[in-house]
């Protein structure tokens, strides 16, 4: 189990009403591009071992399976676990800022949308600590491009899950990495197109909260507006940025 004080019931009760509806509440969490980019920058090699953090209802796990020779999944919330069972090898339930695992366990380490939800820097130390010499880690999160479209954005992302702690730029993940002691870091950019209507209906969000997201890009700044490709009609369209980090932990 994990320890009692990494965890939050507010992200853990979160993600377990959002459980059922996770797996269509945006077009990037099933999208092959940005899996293919994942897979592509952490390099597995078919020996290799995978943990996945905060790896929920398996969706990144599911882009490995077949490429590496074994995949472990931790997550604190089990409502998850059933859908993620068809693409791990093991789950455990574990905080990532307090992960159960022996140093140099592993050989890649992926974490998609979940750092955002913990003491962030915590958890990519443990990543780095988890980590075997010359092992690959990759942080792939949603950004604001900048700061011109940082506070809108923000606030989109703050309406969307009260349970959200940390909020990014691009240049915020290459610091977590670094700050770990990664080496060999950089940050790819990928760009999804998200009707922000299913993006918002994550069966854990209030009809005020929705509204208020759609304000957001109602009333959005012509800088927001560029930077996002902001397509407002009868539907709300968000060209959303993930910044996609990774870093090398140095050969012994």
């Known amino acids: 189990m994990p320890n009692p004080a990494s ?35 952490l390099d597995p090699r078919p020996t290799d071992v995978l943990l996945d953090v905060a790896c929920g209802t398996g969706l990144v796990s599911k882009e490995f399976v077949g ?8 997550d604190i919330t089990e409502a998850m676990f059933d859908q993620a069972r068809p693409y791990v090898d093991e789950l455990v339930v574990a905080a990532g800022e307090s992960l159960p695992f022996a140093d140099a366990s592993f050989d890649r380490v992926v974490c998609r949308q979940g750092i955002q939800f913990m003491r962030d820097q915590d958890a990519v130390n443990e990543m780095f600590r988890v980590l075997r010499p010359g092992g690959r880690a990759c942080l792939v999160h949603l950004c604001a491009y900048g700061e011109s479209d940082r506070a809108e954005y923000f606030e989109s992302l703050r309406l969307r899950n009260e349970a959200r702690k940390n909020f990014y730029l691009r240049a915020d993940l290459a610091r977590l990495l670094t700050t770990a002691g990664f080496g060999e870091v950089a940050v790819h950019d990928y760009v999804s197109v998200e009707d922000v209507d299913v993006w918002s209906n994550t069966g854990a969000i209030t009809d005020e909260a929705r509204e208020g997201i759609r304000n957001v890009y109602r009333n959005a700044s012509p800088a927001f507006q560029e930077l996002h490709a902001v397509q407002v009609g009868d539907r709300i369209v968000d060209h959303m940025l993930f910044g996609v980090a990774i870093g090398v932990k140095a050969s012994a």
């Open 7 to 41: 965890v939050d019931p507010l992200v853990r009760d979160h993600f377990t009403a959002r459980a059922a509806r996770y797996n269509v509440s945006s077009h990037w969490v099933t999208d092959p591009v940005l899996g293919a980019l994942t897979v592509k920058l």
């Open 67 to 74: 490429k590496v020779a074994r995949i472990v999944g931790a």
